[in-house]
């Protein structure tokens, strides 16, 4: 492919949005307080365009116009909770489905579960000596 002005400045931004996302940007840095743990989750989105064009020329000279640009927008989803073991997700924002609003209960439905067969394997033992 031909190196022209305009790949350069289309590289140039590229370069720059990547200093300014990496991982760390969607899953945070872990932060404890006490016996909890914190990791924030982020949405990253982010666009880039960029153009540019020959100028006709009396002195014979290549003139070049061109430009670029980006933009890129984080934003906080959520928080996943480590609290004495066990796991969760806390959404930040509104779900936006019913979908959402299922998935986001997953976690506190298998705590719940594994709550109540451990409780209930507990009980038999006593069940049957009494018999």
């Known amino acids: 492919m031909k190196e022209t002005p305009v790949n350069r400045i289309m590289e140039s931004t590229l370069e720059k949005m990547r200093e300014m996302v990496d991982v760390?940007?969607?899953?945070?840095?872990?932060?404890t307080t006490g016996d909890?743990?914190?990791i924030p989750v982020s949405k990253v989105s982010y666009g880039f365009t960029s153009g540019g064009t020959?100028?006709?020329s009396?002195?014979?000279?290549?003139?070049?116009g061109g430009a670029g640009g980006g933009g890129?927008?984080?934003?906080?989803?959520?928080?996943?909770?480590i609290q004495n073991g066990k796991v969760r997700m806390m959404q930040i924002n509104n779900y936006t489905s019913s979908?959402?609003?299922?998935?986001?209960?997953?976690p506190e439905l298998v705590?719940?579960?594994t709550e109540?067969?451990?409780?209930?394997?507990e009980e038999e033992p006593i069940e049957e000596k009494a018999e």
Do not use: H, Y
Not at 72 to 79: D, L
Not at 99 to 106: N, P, V
Not at 116 to 121: P, V
């Open 111 to 113: 705590d719940k579960l």
């Open 72 to 81: 890129i927008s984080i934003t906080p989803v959520a928080f996943i909770v």
């Open 116 to 121: 109540l067969l451990s409780a209930k394997k």
């Open 24 to 31: 760390s940007t969607i899953i945070g840095e872990p932060m």
């Open 36 to 38: 909890t743990t914190l």
């Open 54 to 56: 020959d100028l006709p």
């Open 99 to 106: 979908a959402d609003r299922a998935i986001a209960m997953i």
């Open 58 to 64: 009396k002195q014979g000279n290549e003139l070049f």
